[in-house]
C-alpha cells in the first residue's frame, strides 16, 4: 500500500483542527465576540479568605472600574485584541498610586458565560485573577 500526499494532508489537517479547537474556548473569537462578553461586572475570586470585601471590575463601553463595596476605587479603559490563538485584554489608564499593577496587558485564559481568568506579567513575576460574572 503506497501512501500519497493527497491521503495524508486530510488527515493532517482534521487531527490539527481538532487538536487545536479542543485548548481553549478564545480560540478563533473575534476582538467584538471577547469584548461583548466582558461587557458586565465579574467578582474577582478571592483565595485569601472569607473575609476579604467582594471587589469587582465593570467592564462597559472600553471603561473598566475597579469597584469594593460599591465605592469605585480606580477606572481605566480597556482595548481588546484578539489573534487566532490568543485574546488580550490591555488595560490602561489607571492612576500609579496603588493601581499601577492594573496598567498592562492581560491574557484571556478562559471566558465563558461565568468565568473569566486573565494573567499578566508584572514586575518579574504574573498575576492571575479569576472572576464569576455578577448574575
Known amino acids: 500500500m503506497k501512501i500519497t500526499v493527497q491521503k495524508v494532508i486530510p488527515f493532517l ?14 480560540l478563533l473569537m473575534s476582538s467584538s ?3 461583548g462578553q466582558l461587557q458586565s461586572t465579574w467578582k474577582r ?3 485569601t479568605s472569607a473575609n476579604t470585601p467582594i471587589v469587582s471590575w465593570t467592564f462597559s463601553d472600553g471603561k473598566v472600574s475597579v469597584v469594593k463595596n460599591e ?4 477606572s481605566g479603559s480597556y482595548k481588546v485584541d484578539a489573534s487566532l490563538t490568543k485574546v ?3 488595560t490602561s489608564g489607571f492612576p500609579s498610586e496603588g493601581y499601577n499593577h492594573m496598567n498592562g496587558k492581560w ?4 471566558l465563558d458565560d461565568d468565568i473569566l481568568v486573565m494573567a499578566d506579567d508584572y514586575s ?12
Open 88 to 90: 488580550f485584554v490591555t
Open 13 to 26: 489537517v482534521i487531527i490539527i483542527f481538532f487538536s487545536v479547537g479542543c485548548q481553549k474556548e478564545e
Open 71 to 74: 465605592t469605585v476605587l480606580a
Open 33 to 35: 465576540k471577547v469584548d
Open 124 to 135: 518579574g513575576g504574573s498575576i492571575e485573577m479569576e472572576f464569576t460574572k455578577e448574575k
Open 45 to 47: 475570586v478571592e483565595m
Open 107 to 110: 491574557q484571556v485564559i478562559t
